[in-house]
C-alpha cells in the first residue's frame, strides 16, 4: 500500500491508458511556475522519468525523478521506512 507524503499531492499524468493528459503539463506550469521544485515518485519510476524528461523540455528547471520507483524505495528499506520497535 502507497500513500502521499506529508504536503505532497497526487497528480494525474497520464489516464489509466498510459495517455498524456494534454492540459496537464501547461496546468501545473501555471499553478506551480518553472522553477518550483518537485520531486516525483510512481510505482516503478518509468512514469516519472518521462515526465521529468518531459517537464524540463516544457523549461522545469528543478524536476527530481525517484529512480525504480517506490517499488524500488521499499526493497531498498532506507532508514526513515524501519517498523517501530514495540515493547520495552
Given at each position: 500500500?502507497?500513500?502521499?507524503?506529508?504536503?505532497?499531492?497526487?497528480l494525474t499524468y497520464v489516464d489509466k491508458s498510459g495517455r498524456l493528459h494534454p492540459e496537464f503539463l501547461p496546468g501545473f506550469t501555471a499553478e506551480e511556475?518553472?522553477?518550483?521544485?518537485?520531486?516525483?515518485?510512481?510505482r516503478t519510476g518509468s512514469r516519472t522519468e518521462s515526465w521529468t524528461r518531459t517537464g524540463e523540455k516544457m523549461g522545469c528547471t528543478r524536476v527530481y525523478n525517484v529512480r525504480r520507483g517506490i517499488s524500488g524505495w521499499i526493497a531498498e528499506k532506507p532508514p526513515g521506512?524501519?517498523?517501530p520497535k514495540t515493547g520495552n
Open positions: 500500500m502507497t500513500g502521499v507524503m506529508g504536503d505532497s499531492r497526487k511556475g518553472k522553477d518550483t521544485p518537485v520531486v516525483l515518485i510512481c521506512r524501519q517498523k
